[in-house]
């Protein structure tokens, strides 16, 4: 994916946080720990996991379990190459239950307005154009459209049968575009190109807009600044109240039973990006007072911003591994250079995650009425949604 920004965004490096500790960390595995985990070592390649242990014969080779693949991954976060999982889907073998991906989520008010129309229309444009034509599907209310370019999909979402409905703002308006792959076996498999958008009308009752698009991780080695420049764009383009970025398991759906099968992923790997819009939005249904959780890139708006505390609170509080990409209307938090997932299981919760999560405590949604994440049957999914949200904390 290249760059598909409009517009050069100043990176303001925060001050460091006045009295910060640069505190050791928890310790770090032993020998044996690390040997066991080894052993057990996915080897990524070939879009698929395979275990790659000394003692596995080829007979074996493709069944990973949860608990190999927690392994694997926390290997690959201590050394700092989550990029491996770019490729990567689990199960190896069948029905595809999820990949991996950077994901980022926008949440807006006036998706009936046609300016916002225009921006998401513009937004999901240069998507297409940044994923060099791997984008080859738009639905519509249900329809789907091949489509070749990104004026087509313009001219699928506001001429013909559809153009009353994109100006009307009586008339609510959602679409996709994604990668439909000529050898996909299975319509329910995942895909990492792929944005979708809900556009409601003034009086729909499901909660305000909402935009969600996937990144390939690589992206976070061949051009970071874009990555960043893309997100912030959209915010200030969509007049977020609240956006969020990270790196997350991409599902066909969240109401499948895959986010369920992921659960252990949750719980041990905090970084982890949880986007489920549709299910916030019903939640919060037409607030725009408050934010879900923070990531590796958190939006406010200035309205949040002042709340948490204002702008100069903001660069003494974040820290000095947080940067703030001050926008028109409000500011983007980056939690570090790149994105992290931390473990649970070793004690470690990013810092930088931390301080933001801080800061924006104050605007934190904490009024759960239903569970936000899946979870297996035998797990109170209310509990688990409350610790969620909290898992930045300090204890």
């Not at 556009?199 to 600044?225: C, F, I, V």
Request: glycine letters at 10%.
């Amino acid at each position: 994916m290249g760059p598909w920004r409009k517009h050069t965004v100043t990176i303001q490096r925060s001050r460091v946080w006045a009295g910060a500790s640069t505190a050791v960390g928890p310790a770090r595995p032993t020998d044996q720990e690390r040997a066991s985990e080894t052993a057990n070592m996915a080897v990524f390649a070939g879009g698929r996991v395979y275990r790659a242990g000394p003692f596995l014969s080829d007979k074996d080779r493709g069944m990973l379990t949860i608990a190999e693949l927690m392994a694997s991954i926390a290997i690959l976060e201590e050394r700092g190459e989550l990029n491996q999982l770019d490729e990567s889907a689990y199960p190896p073998e069948g029905a595809i239950n999820w990949l991996y991906g950077l994901t980022a989520g926008f949440y807006f008010n006036n998706a009936h307005k046609l300016e916002i129309r225009e921006a998401a229309l513009e937004l999901a444009e240069r998507y297409y154009d940044a994923v060099e034509g791997r984008i080859n599907l738009l639905s519509r209310d249900g329809r789907g459209k091949q489509i070749m370019s990104a004026e087509d999909i313009r001219r699928f979402l506001t001429e013909g049968l559809y153009a009353e409905k994109y100006l009307q703002n009586m008339e609510t308006m959602s679409f996709y575009i994604r990668h439909m792959p000529q050898d996909l076996l299975r319509t329910t498999d995942p895909v990492h190109e792929y944005l979708t958008c809900l556009l409601p009308s003034e009086k729909y009752h499901g909660g305000g807009g909402n935009l969600m698009y996937q990144t390939r991780l690589a992206e976070l080695d061949r051009n970071p600044a874009g990555v960043i420049g893309a997100f912030v764009d959209a915010c200030q383009a969509l007049n977020v109240f609240y956006a969020v970025s990270g790196i997350a398991l991409l599902f066909y759906s969240y109401t499948s039973g895959a986010p369920a099968r992921a659960y252990p992923l949750y719980r041990r790997f905090p970084g982890f990006l949880y986007e489920d819009g549709v299910n916030f939005g019903l939640e919060i249904t037409r607030r725009t007072d408050v934010i879900r959780d923070v990531n590796w890139l958190t939006a406010v708006n200035d309205e949040l911003l002042e709340r948490a505390g204002g702008i100069e609170k903001a660069h003494v509080i974040a820290g000095g591994e947080v940067l703030l990409h001050p926008y028109k209307g409000g500011v983007v938090f980056q939690a570090g250079e790149r994105p992290h997932l931390g473990d649970i299981n070793k004690g470690k919760i990013p810092e930088a995650y931390r301080a933001v999560d801080e800061f924006l405590r104050e605007v934190s949604y904490e009024e759960w009425e239903y569970p936000y994440l899946g979870v297996p049957d035998d797990v109170d999914a209310m509990a688990f949604t409350e610790e969620w949200s909290r898992r930045f904390e300090r204890e």
